[in-house]
């Protein structure tokens, strides 16, 4: 069974920066496509990154956040620099067990439990 574990969430300025962890275990990690999303309140869970085949970010974020990989460690990051109040929410970490670049949550079977993110204006 895949486990994903989150962290590096925070509260930080508006223009500063957060680096979120993902640590998978359970199976090959490297057989997985991994993912971002993040969901405020009384809002939908939207893919910020990905990050498979190659990588995709949403535009809202593009040229701020950066999605890596590192094989060897079975880890996922997420650094978000340049952060505005708009990027408050939760963010989670999600496992695909196919290749390619998934993006929707429906094509993802593991999630994190979440961390939070608040950025203040």
């Known amino acids: 069974q895949v486990q994903l574990v989150e962290s590096g969430g925070g509260l930080v300025q508006a223009g500063g920066s957060l680096r979120l962890s993902c640590t998978f275990s359970?199976?090959?990690?490297?057989?997985?496509?991994m993912g971002w999303f993040r969901q405020a309140p009384g809002k939908e869970r939207d893919c910020v990154a990905a990050?498979?085949?190659?990588?995709y970010y949403t535009d809202s974020v593009q040229g701020r956040f950066t999605i890596s990989r590192d094989n060897t460690k079975n880890a996922v990051y997420l650094q978000m620099n340049n952060l505005k109040p708009e990027d408050t929410a939760v963010y989670y970490c999600?496992?695909?067990?196919?290749?390619?670049?998934?993006?929707?949550?429906?094509?993802?079977?593991?999630w994190g439990q979440g961390t939070q993110v608040t950025v203040s204006s």
């Open positions: 990050i498979g085949w190659s990588t």
């Open positions: 359970g199976r090959s990690f490297r057989n997985y496509a």
């Open positions: 999600a496992a695909a067990d196919q290749p390619g670049l998934p993006t929707m949550p429906g094509d993802y079977g593991y």
